[in-house]
């Protein structure tokens, strides 16, 4: 492996690398669209838009919804 | 591939995007964990509020002569798992979001180590995602709040968040740039400068709603602003201080070698 060639040089200090854009895109797109879809059930699933009918997953969370603060009821 | 490429990127394609997929599962890990100490701080100091102001909302019903609301979901529920599950997912999403973030500014933020880049971001997420949104659109407890506008409070509330990350990521692209010309100190300078003028603006072109009953309790309002603004503080706190070990664990070839030298 590269990395542990450079860790392997004695006094060698190297700056912190990024890590590359496009190693981090897809993740970044996994990571956000997985984000999005957590925080509208919390936030938003039966009070603005439903997609589940009923008041059973806007009863359930209820109070965290008031809590982390997005508008309810 | 020459040596600039080799040194500027020491760990192979592969490497780096199990590194970055690496990074985004231990931030929703550490968000877990920081959402189990947020839910107890809630639980603590949030559900009093909660409690008082249900009951608040229940005696201005039965003064208006209305039937009480039927209970889908118990009280007891409502505040203990309903008050987790809420808080994991919130935590898990906002640690993902999070950790995306700092696979990419690491290593584009000039010399920082990966523990206070971790506590920096947070901060900074603090401040974009919860305290900008929240001095336009503060959290308010049950009995605020008509049914008939939660279609325009839902949008307005995330528009103030999008905006707000829009906001600063222009402050800190410009601040970036400004950095060889101005030196950081002064282009610091101009970027918080710069989020102050667009944050400023965008509060005051998002409209003002205000659902507030006049006779609502005040001592209960700010208590339970209180309780929720030190609920993400723990949150985000929490995210912070978990999260930087675990990401310094995962760039550990390149650090350790550092430390070993060092």
Redesign the interface.
Known sequence: ????????????????????????L???A???V???A??Y????EQ???SLIS???VH??????????????? | MTDVTFWASPATDGGSCLMAGRLLARGMVAGVIAACLAFLFARIFGEPQVNLAIAFEAAQDAAAGMAPEPELVSRAVQASFGLLVASLMYGAAYGGIYAVVFAFAYGRMGRISPRALALLLAGAGFLTFVLIPGLKYPPNPPGIGHPDTIQLRTATYFEVIALSVCVMAIAILVGRRLALRLGAWNATLCGVGLFVVLTALVQATAPDINEVPANFPAVVLWRFREAAIGMQIVLWGALGLIFGPLAAAVLAPKEGGRRLAG
């Open positions: 492996m590269s990395h542990s060639l450079s860790s392997s040089i004695p006094g060698f200090a190297p700056a912190p690398a990024a890590i590359p854009v496009r190693a981090v897809p993740w970044a996994f990571g956000v997985l984000a999005l957590l925080l059930f919390v936030g938003a009070g603005a838009t009923g008041h059973a009863e359930f969370v209820h109070d965290g919804r008031h809590l982390l603060g997005f508008p309810c009821h």
